[in-house]
């Protein structure tokens, strides 16, 4: 049945060829090192399933957003294990991404053919840490929000933008609902979606490449 329905398909839309591509590609021998592409993918995956079942009862008011954090891991059944996933799930990804990077530096995998590959994978980075700093101040707490305005006091020190850039990121002078509404927007829309672009042109240029093989000595 599934396979009737899965031939039906491919004769009107090729989708055997794209299965055939994604899938059943040939890769040279390659080691585990070569999984941390596929782990930093997998952990992305869950921190969008996990980030998107919080957006059901974080609020991101400075009134609401510590109360609805304190009630998720309370009062909602398995909320502490989906925060759980997105808070660990946030260094875990930081740190395979880095650990995947080194892994192409190691082995020369940036090289060409696959410079545009190398930098696809720098945005990558970014936006992980992007993730990172606009979502560190979510929870509202104190640390939470002496964090950001540490970290937000360090883009101000940047020569001549720096005061822009700081008074763009908070919103203003101080830490208020502004800078916790920019953060939030940033952090559950404008940066997913920036990720997904990036995710797919990388993807796209890992599978028409092909992987590069361990070099020999
Ligand atoms: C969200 C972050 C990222 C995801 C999901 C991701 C995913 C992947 C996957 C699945 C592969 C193929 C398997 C492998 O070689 O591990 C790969 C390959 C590659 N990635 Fe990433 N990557 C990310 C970040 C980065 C970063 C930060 C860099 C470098 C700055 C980078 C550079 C490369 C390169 C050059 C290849 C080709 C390696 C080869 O052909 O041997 N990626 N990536």
């Known amino acids: 049945m599934t396979l009737k329905v899965g031939s039906w ?76 996933l997105h808070h660990w799930g946030a260094s875990a990804m930081v740190l395979l991404v880095f650990l995947h990077m080194l892994r192409v530096f190691y082995m020369g995998a940036y090289k060409f053919p696959r410079e545009m590959t190398w930098v696809s994978g720098v945005f990558l980075l970014l936006l992980t840490i992007g993730f990172g700093f606009t979502g560190y101040l979510l929870p509202w707490d104190q640390k939470a929000y002496w964090a950001t305005t540490v970290g937000t006091n360090i883009a101000g020190s940047v020569p001549l933008i720096g005061e822009l850039v700081k008074g763009v990121l908070r919103g203003g002078e101080n830490l208020t609902a502004l800078t916790l509404a920019r953060f939030f927007g940033t952090h559950v829309w404008v940066l997913p979606a920036i990720l997904l672009l990036f995710i797919t042109v990388h993807l796209y240029l890992v599978i028409k490449i092909g992987i590069s093989a361990p070099p020999k000595e």
């Open 9 to 84: 398909i491919d004769e009107r839309a090729g989708t055997g060829a794209i299965w055939q591509a994604v899938f059943l590609r040939k890769i040279p021998k390659v080691n585990w090192l070569y999984a941390l592409g596929s782990a930093s993918l997998f952990v992305a995956t869950m921190q969008f399933v996990t980030g998107i079942l919080l957006t059901v009862y974080y609020v991101p008011t400075p009134d609401h957003a510590y109360d609805s954090v304190q009630y998720i891991m309370n009062d909602i059944a398995f909320g502490w294990l989906i925060r759980g």
